[in-house]
């Protein structure tokens, strides 16, 4: 069954609009842009819920909602807003569909504010269940087997990103990474459980093999300790808020 929100289609996997949601602020002055916007399931639970202030862009006008703040936008162009303009950018789901993610990352900073949130969620291919699945197709959780090369779509997941990678996108330009989350973990994840310590052990090991420079063996440390997280290593959907650096 197709999940929607009153009605309005939502197009990710189940409690990821209601996760990302107790990560937002709770300033309902603040103001808020949701990208990708779809039918704007999650602008309406911003609306709902109090937020005054929330822009929805997307690169077609797909809303079923009623809403005045939409702006026609590509994720891969400058956002037309101007510098330290939101409190909070909203990507759910929407990073994965683009080949210029680093540019992307570099133009929401542009239009935050200083000390203002960037969250994001995508299919999580750190994940045990993701990684197995790879291993044996080639293939990650979510984009399961080869897309249409014949047919080119803003909906193919073009750019699969993993946590380590993620986090490098965002700590490169100016963001500090300060809470992790999922929306579910399903049942089967839990039979790699007894995977973890040899895969914590192996990756400390090679961690400290390839790393020379002092400090970025402190960083290493701190990002085995993410990765071996219950969300990163269980959970369907990786979600991530992190803030920009004042």
């Given at each position: 069954m197709r999940r929607s929100y009153k009605g309005i289609p939502i197009n990710t996997s189940k409690n990821t609009h209601e996760e990302v949601f107790t990560l937002i602020p709770g300033n309902k002055d603040a103001t808020i842009l949701d990208i990708p916007s779809g039918a704007g399931a999650f602008t309406q639970?911003?609306?709902d819920n109090g937020y005054k202030n929330v822009v929805s862009v997307d690169v077609v006008n797909n809303l079923q909602i009623e809403h005045k703040q939409f702006i026609q936008g590509d994720m891969t162009a400058p956002l037309p807003f101007e510098d330290n303009f939101f409190d909070v950018v909203v990507c759910i789901d929407g990073i994965e569909h683009i080949s210029k993610q680093f540019d992307f990352a570099k133009e929401v900073n542009r239009?935050?504010?200083p000390g203002g949130y960037f969250i994001v969620s995508t299919p999580n291919i750190s994940s045990f269940h993701s990684?197995?699945?790879w291993l044996l197709?080639?293939?990650h959780n979510k984009?399961?087997?080869p897309?249409?090369?014949q047919r080119p779509?803003?909906?193919h997941h073009i750019a699969m990103i993993s946590y380590p990678e993620l986090r490098y996108l965002l700590h490169s330009n100016n963001y500090r990474i300060d809470n992790i989350a999922t929306n579910q973990v399903k049942?089967?994840?839990w039979l790699y459980l007894p995977l973890v310590p040899l895969s914590y052990l192996t990756t400390k090991l090679v961690y400290n093999k390839e790393e020379k420079n002092s400090g970025q063996l402190v960083r290493n440390k701190e990002i085995a300790s993410q990765m071996h997280s219950k969300e990163i290593l269980f959970g369907e959907t990786m979600i991530v808020r992190a803030q920009k650096v004042a």
């Open positions: 639970r911003l609306k239009v935050l504010k990684r197995f699945r197709t080639g293939h984009c399961k087997s897309l249409d090369e779509n803003p909906s049942p089967v994840s």
